[in-house]
């Protein structure tokens, strides 16, 4: 069993930053990947970004490529999500997710661990 808690979210005005963790507790196994989906009010939920934990492959939506970078800390068993040049539109809540047996794609059917949610709200 994992358990995925978020922290770092908050109010930015456009063109700033902000810095997504998610510690995980229990064993991230090595064939597990970590990512970062969102909700907007009223949006279906959208994947963000993924790492594989054992060697470290990413993926990003074509939206955050380029802004976004998605990094993991083995020994803290915490992935993070560093947001740059923000956006009004990535306005969302931001929630870490954990897949079991490797899957890294866009479908959030395929993670089975889920963590909170934490808001991040860009001011235009």
């Known amino acids: 069993q994992v358990q995925l808690v978020e922290s770092g979210g908050g109010l930015v005005q456009a063109g700033g930053s902000l810095r997504l963790s998610c510690a995980a507790s229990?064993?991230?196994?090595?064939?597990?990947?970590m990512g970062w989906f969102r909700q907007a009010p009223g949006k279906e939920r959208e994947f963000v970004a993924t790492?594989?934990?054992?060697?470290?492959?990413?993926s990003y939506t074509d939206s955050v490529k380029g802004r976004f970078t998605i990094s993991r800390d083995i020994a803290r068993n915490t992935v993070h999500l560093q947001m740059n040049s923000l956006k009004s539109e990535d306005t969302a809540v931001y929630y870490c997710?954990?897949?079991?047996?490797?899957?890294?794609?866009?479908?959030?059917?395929?993670?089975?661990?889920w963590g909170q949610g934490t808001q991040v709200t860009v001011s235009s």
């Open positions: 997710v954990a897949s079991s047996l490797g899957y890294r794609g866009t479908d959030p059917t395929g993670y089975l661990y």
């Open positions: 229990g064993r991230i196994g090595s064939s597990a990947a």
């Open positions: 790492i594989r934990w054992s060697f470290g492959e990413t």
